[in-house]
Nanobody
Framework: QVQLVEAGGGLVQPGGSLRLSCAAS????????MGWYRQAPGKERALVAT???????NYADSVKGRFTISRDNAKNTVALQMNSLKPEDTAVYYC??????????????WGKGTLVTVSS
C-alpha cells in the first residue's frame, strides 16, 4: 500500500514559522503532483498549495507570500515552509499525492494529518 506521513506540526505563536514535511512510500509507482490541504475547526478541507513534478506551484490566496511549497521528486517528499503564521492558519494539515501504483490509474492519496496551532 501507499503511505503518506506528515511531520512538523505543533504549537507556534502568531508571526512564527513552521516547516511541514511529507514522505510518500510503499507501492506508489509514480506521482504527478503533491500538495497540502488543511481543515480548520468547523470548516471543510481546503487547498493550501500544490506542486507538480515539473515544479509548477499553486497557492491559496490566503497563504501567498507567506507559505512556500517544495518537492524532491527523487525522494517522493514535499515540504511546506510556513512563515508569518496567523491564528487563522490553525488547522490539521494533510499531505496529498496524486499518483499511481504500477499499472494503476491515478488517484489521490492522503496522509493522516498533522496539527498546526497558531496561538498566543
Amino acid at each position: 500500500q501507499v503511505q503518506l506521513v506528515e511531520a512538523g506540526g505543533g504549537l507556534v505563536q502568531p508571526g512564527g514559522s513552521l516547516r511541514l514535511s511529507c514522505a510518500a512510500s510503499g507501492s506508489i509507482f509514480g506521482i504527478n503532483a503533491m500538495g497540502w490541504y488543511r481543515q480548520a475547526p468547523g470548516k471543510e478541507r481546503a487547498l493550501v498549495a500544490t506542486i507538480t513534478s515539473a515544479g509548477s506551484t499553486n497557492y491559496a490566496d490566503s497563504v501567498k507570500g507567506r507559505f512556500t511549497i517544495s518537492r524532491d521528486n527523487a525522494k517522493n517528499t514535499v515540504a511546506l515552509q510556513m512563515n508569518s503564521l496567523k491564528p487563522e492558519d490553525t488547522a490539521v494539515y494533510y499531505c496529498n499525492a496524486n499518483g499511481y501504483e504500477r499499472w494503476g490509474a491515478s488517484r489521490d492519496y492522503w496522509g493522516k494529518g498533522t496539527l498546526v496551532t497558531v496561538s498566543s
